[in-house]
């Protein structure tokens, strides 16, 4: 097999794992509460990665504050942050949720333009970002006569989850450990999932283990599948494929999650929700033109 196959293979199968994430979620939440969901998909990431890191036996302690800092980073914005997708989807269709998951490249470009000092954005990446907020508004659409109707606030939730992912990777990036990537996303997951037990005893939300087959399923895929073996392959990707192309995944998983909501569950996507996306996605195109140009001129070369 070549090795180009195999990477084409790669991306195909985490953007079907992550696109199943939000069936899986849609199935879990009927049993389970949103937060403890949460908490329950990392909790056991975290086992699984962090005996990965402990059996490669490769820088899985933290070792000095760059360290201390993603994992802290991280587990507070890209994992615990999660939380508002879970609480969110009891509203939001499970393919609109998807497709608002294509804004976290957009919003990641945002972060870093605040957060790291080497950003700059050109008046070509200033209106992408603009078609890319165009786009967001499109797939929001709230209702200023009921900005609490409907499933608006599912939607907003989802919005403050895909700008807390993108805040967590920012946060890493910036911070720059030295762990090892397993090491690095299973303790970042053990700092997210203790903070969303916390969180859900504070909520009120009774703890208890899934009361159904299909419940206990969707806990051990997104744990198992959708995010220790999701990540052990994304960060196979970036090691492969550099940040920018790994990042279009994104943009597949939509497409999976849609298919799959539409089959399985009978759900709908609206034209403005698609015209929102195809923003989002012209948006980021604008945004990171030089960049997917010379990702281009190498797959040529």
Do not use: H
Request: proline share 5%.
């Amino acid at each position: 097999m070549s090795r180009r196959l195999y990477t084409v293979g790669l991306f195909v199968l985490l953007a079907t794992l992550w696109g199943l994430s939000f069936l899986a979620i849609e199935v879990g939440l009927r049993s389970l509460e949103p937060v403890l969901f949460a908490a329950f998909r990392y909790g056991i990431a975290a086992v699984l990665l962090l005996g990965m890191a402990l059996a490669r036996r490769e820088d899985w302690r933290p070792a000095g504050r760059p360290d201390v800092d993603a994992i802290v980073g991280g587990g507070a914005f890209l994992v615990a942050g999660n939380a508002l997708l879970f609480v969110g989807q009891q509203t939001v269709p499970s393919g609109v949720a998807a497709i608002m998951q294509s804004l976290v490249p957009v919003l990641t470009s945002l972060w870093a333009l605040a957060l790291l000092p080497e950003e700059r954005v050109s008046a070509v990446g200033a209106v992408g970002i603009l078609l890319g907020l165009v786009g967001v508004g499109l797939i929001v659409r709230p209702d200023p006569a009921n900005l609490l109707g409907g499933d608006a606030v599912g939607r907003l939730l989802i919005l403050g989850q895909a700008a807390s992912v993108a805040l967590g990777g920012v946060i890493i990036q910036r911070a720059g450990p030295s762990l090892d990537p397993a090491a690095l996303s299973g303790w970042s997951m053990a700092v997210g999932g203790a903070l969303l037990f916390a969180v859900s005893a504070a909520l009120g939300e009774p703890f208890a283990l899934p009361a159904t087959v299909p419940g206990w399923a969707a806990v051990a895929y997104l744990g198992v599948f959708a995010t220790a073996v999701a990540f052990f392959i994304y960060y196979t990707l970036l090691e492969v494929r550099g940040a920018l192309e790994t990042s279009l995944v994104a943009y597949l998983v939509p497409v999976v999650a849609t298919v799959v909501g539409i089959a399985v569950l009978g759900e709908s996507v609206t034209l403005p929700t698609v015209a929102g996306f195809l923003l989002v996605f012209t948006g980021f195109v604008l945004l990171k033109r030089r960049a997917i140009a010379e990702l281009l001129t190498d797959a040529r070369r």
